[in-house]
């Protein structure tokens, strides 16, 4: 058994005298004293795999177990953390047991392999399936083909570069693997065959994951684009996908993206919401709430072309009444899905802080008020989801009143009234989730009920990790953009966004942080706007928007990203 660990302090010789090191340098004061040759300290960036007492044993066992829920193709098919020879397929459509190990020799890829299998996939509790990129690790236990292990290669060693590879060139190296593997997915996607494979889907997840990691620019051409092709190949992959955990594993995944590009980008939801409930429910709660949130964006959609199109005349009126009316039947079925939960959704408010570091709010890691926990971070997300739904909604409603009592004030209707204090308590709600899902409870474990923190497939479970702020970064976006928050709240948002981009290794958040933004304000005027004639000033306000308000993308649009898959694909469609 092996175990990914971080390196322990103090010199080698101290570590085996047991005693305490002062790590002085360049050798520690304890050997000097006792006339001891100090054999010098570990670099800080080795990562280490050791099995050297029983705690790390027992981390270890926990890692297995955790990893053997997941399953590759039906329910007698389970694979383990474990050493072995990989298989010779390429067909990730079943998958035999082996090693996603490194080895001790420690170089770079497997430096790499193992920071991305510890801070991005997240392993479902015994029993579930509440993980994410989780079918990563069968593919790579698969002996995958060209097109995945480039893609994997390149987000690997570029998240491990903004991690600990200060002065090193891990970034040169993740272009060139990122170059490399934008060629052999182009080359899969076209394949008839290969582009119905698990591995291509994935691929084409990892290189979108890519542009969040390493976004220079903000944009969403890259990351935007990627999402769209996933979405294709997962349309002509047909009901074959939902035969195994990996197929339903990695539509799920692409649903998410989905979602978050429709928002962002104002685009019709792809195929339907229908299409997106069928055939992979992890959760039936989850899905639930997946599917009050992907009619909520048809309803955006829909409320933003009559709002831009419309004539202020008596008979659309109406119309847009009725958009209200939806939307407020949309609320209400959020409302009641989140009165109507198991034991395991709850979220339970464990303490109150006020401590802010000289008044400074960029600089806590909590916003004074409540702080919440949760069974694990993909609960977390789920709640964020809803919530951020419910604040879109509202945006619509506040929107539709606005154009209705057009030239009258909106700020005076009782629309405003209503849907402003919602907001504001959505606003507080998500700001009290977010110290759960960056880690914050990693010290503080005594304030939970039980120390079953989040699972991941290496490392501790307890440390921050990319993937979280890689999910956190819409929600706090979207408290970001609303009128409804404070100015200290904003401050603190952006700098959780800015510490995600520096401590956590996703430059998409810092990207978010240049957003001026303001919903549903500008959107009201530029509904004005459109009706007025005054084209310049709504064509300035959907550049901000489909440039800048792209959580959690913020996406580079470096000239090898904007040569990014879009994929054609011919099979037919399933109903």
């Known amino acids: 058994m ?20 002062d790590e002085a340098r360049p050798f520690c004061n304890q050997c000097t004293k006792s006339r001891r040759e100090c054999p010098g300290y570990k670099d800080p960036f080795d990562l280490v795999f050791r099995n050297e007492t029983q705690a790390t044993e027992r981390r270890a066992r926990k890692a297995t177990a955790k990893a053997a829920s997941l399953k590759t193709g ?21 998958t035999p047991t082996s090693s996603i190990a490194t080895s001790p020799t420690q170089t770079v890829a497997e430096r790499a392999r193992c920071h991305f299998i510890s801070n991005f996939i997240l392993i479902p ?30 987000c690997s060693l570029a998240s491990l570069g903004l991690r600990v590879g200060h002065g090193r060139e891990f970034e040169k190296q993740a272009l060139s693997k990122y170059t490399a593997a934008l060629a052999a997915v182009s080359g899969a996607i076209r394949d008839p065959i290969e582009s119905k494979w698990d591995a291509t889907v994935a691929a084409v997840l990892l ?43 990695l539509f799920t995944c692409v ?73 407020q039947m949309r609320d209400h079925e959020f409302v009641q899905w989140s009165k109507n939960l198991p034991e395991y959704f709850e979220a339970k408010t464990t303490i109150w802080e006020d401590n802010v570091p000289n008044g400074d709010f960029r600089k806590a890691e909590v916003y004074p008020g409540r702080v919440d926990a949760f069974v694990d971070m993909w609960v977390a997300t789920i709640w964020n989801s809803m919530r951020c739904g419910r604040i ?35 606003i507080t709600d998500i700001i009290a989730s977010i110290p759960f899902c960056l880690g914050w409870f990693a010290s503080r474990k005594h304030l939970l ?4 923190l989040t699972g991941y497939a290496c490392g501790e479970d307890d440390a921050p990790k990319g993937l979280a702020g890689y999910l956190v970064t819409w929600p706090l976006s979207c408290v970001l953009t609303q009128d409804y928050s404070t100015d200290n709240q904003r401050a603190w948002v952006q700098g959780r966004l800015e510490a995600i981009s520096s401590q956590l290794g996703m430059r998409c958040a810092k990207m978010l942080t240049h957003m001026h933004l303001r919903v549903p304000s500008m959107l ?33 649009v470096s000239p090898s990203a904007q040569r990014a898959i879009v994929p054609v694909v011919k099979q037919e469609t399933f109903h």
Not at 217 to 241: F, P
Not at 398 to 419: G, H, K, L, Q
């Open 524 to 556: 009201i005027h530029r509904d004005m706007m459109s009706e007025t004639g005054m084209t310049s000033s709504t064509v300035d306000l959907d550049k901000i928007l489909a440039s800048r308000a792209v959580p959690p993308s913020g996406l580079s």
């Open 125 to 154: 509790p015994q029993g579930t399936e509440r993980g994410y990129f989780e079918f990563v690790v069968p593919i790579l236990n698969n002996d995958p083909p060209v097109p995945f292990k480039l893609a994997f290669e390149a």
């Open 207 to 249: 290189l979108g994951l890519f542009e969040n990691i390493t976004a220079r620019q903000v944009g969403m051409l890259a990351w935007g684009t990627h999402t769209e092709g996933a979405i294709q190949l997962v349309k002509g992959r047909g009901r074959e996908q939902f035969q195994t955990k990996i197929g339903r594993d």
């Open 2 to 21: 092996v175990y990914c660990g971080k390196p322990s302090k103090g010199c080698q010789m101290c570590k085996t005298r047991r005693i305490k090191c």
């Open 255 to 327: 649903r998410t993206q989905m979602l978050i590009f429709a928002f962002s980008s104002g685009k019709p939801l792809p195929l339907g919401a229908e299409f997106w409930i069928r055939g992979a429910a992890k959760d039936k709660f989850a899905t639930v709430c997946y599917h009050i949130t992907m009619r909520t964006s048809e309803l955006k959609t829909e409320a933003n072309r009559l709002l831009m199109t419309l004539d202020r005349k008596p008979e659309n009126i109406g119309i847009i009444m009725d958009i209200i009316k939806k939307c």
């Open 392 to 426: 879109v909604l509202a945006s619509i409603i506040v929107r539709c009143a606005a154009w209705v009592c057009y030239p009258v004030d909106y700020r005076t209707t009782p629309e405003y009234a209503t849907y402003s204090r919602i907001s504001a308590e959505l």
């Open 74 to 94: 039906g329910k007698d098919n389970e694979f383990q953390i474990i050493t072995g020879a990989p298989s010779s397929s390429h067909s990730s459509q079943t």
């Open 449 to 452: 009920d039980k120390n079953d």
